[in-house]
Nanobody
């Protein structure tokens, strides 16, 4: 079982940047692929990015490629999402969760944490 706590969200103008953090608990965190997902208001969860337990491997949704960067620090049990050149359509609640690498989906269907709100507007 992996439990997570997301932070770092907030309001930013279009073109701005935010860095999200996800602190996880669980003795085998370093063996899990971890992902970021987001849920716009009134819509379904969607895949954003994932990082394999092999820290050299990452994947991204086409909509965020070249703008977002996912990383992890296994010694700190933490996953990060650096978001640059933010757009209004990036507005959503962002969640981190164990993920299936290459499938763009979470490992568990209904195990979302609290999430952190990201709002991009003028």
């Amino acid at each position: 079982q992996v439990q997570v706590l997301e932070s770092g969200g907030g309001w930013v103008q279009p073109g701005g940047s935010l860095r999200l953090s996800c602190v996880a608990s669980g003795r085998n965190f370093r063996l899990y692929t971890m992902g970021w997902f987001r849920q716009p208001s009134g819509k379904e969860h969607e895949f954003v990015a994932a990082i394999h337990f092999n820290v050299a491997s990452t994947e991204y949704a086409d909509s965020v490629k070249d703008r977002f960067t996912i990383s992890r620090d296994n010694e700190k049990n933490t996953v990060y999402l650096q978001m640059n050149s933010l757009k209004p359509e990036d507005t959503a609640v962002y969640y981190c969760a164990p993920a299936v690498y290459g499938a763009k989906r979470p490992l568990y269907l209904d195990s979302w944490g609290q999430g952190t709100q990201v709002t991009v507007s003028s």
